[in-house]
């Protein structure tokens, strides 16, 4: 059974920095396109990060130089770093996996995705 737990939200004020984890069971984590989406209350769900199985990196322009995307392959765990964080980055962040190769984050589509965890909130006060 392919599992997908986030953890790591929580509130943060705005310039501050949050760590997201993911941990994955159930598949080949090391063979999977990992991504990190956002889903603000009203708006579509949009790719922040993605990172391939041989490390290489994609952003959403919104984050690029604020956060970053790494992965434990022999922990299976996927993660986020915030940093700066934005009222914006307020969201349900969630993360996915697809047996795709990575592309640039903001050319996935969500389809692109097989297995998603089930989010963790994000609420950045100013």
């Known amino acids: 059974q392919v599992q997908l737990v986030e953890s790591g939200g929580g509130s943060v004020q705005s310039g501050g920095s949050l760590r997201l984890s993911c941990a994955a069971s159930?598949?080949?984590?090391?063979?999977?396109?990992m991504g990190w989406f956002r889903q603000a209350p009203g708006k579509e769900r949009e790719g922040v990060a993605a990172?391939?199985?041989?490390?290489?990196?994609s952003y959403a322009d919104s984050v690029k130089g604020r956060f970053t995307i790494s992965q434990d392959n022999a922990k299976n765990t996927l993660y986020l770093r915030m940093n700066t964080v934005k009222a914006e980055d307020t969201a349900l962040y969630y993360c996915?996996?697809?047996?795709?190769?990575?592309?640039?984050?903001?050319?996935?589509?969500?389809?692109?995705?097989?297995?998603w965890g089930q989010g963790t909130q994000v609420t950045v006060s100013s």
């Open positions: 996915a996996a697809s047996h795709f190769s990575c592309r640039p984050i903001a050319t996935m589509w969500r389809t692109d995705f097989d297995y």
């Open positions: 159930g598949y080949s984590y090391s063979s999977y396109c």
């Open positions: 990172i391939d199985s041989d490390g290489s990196t």
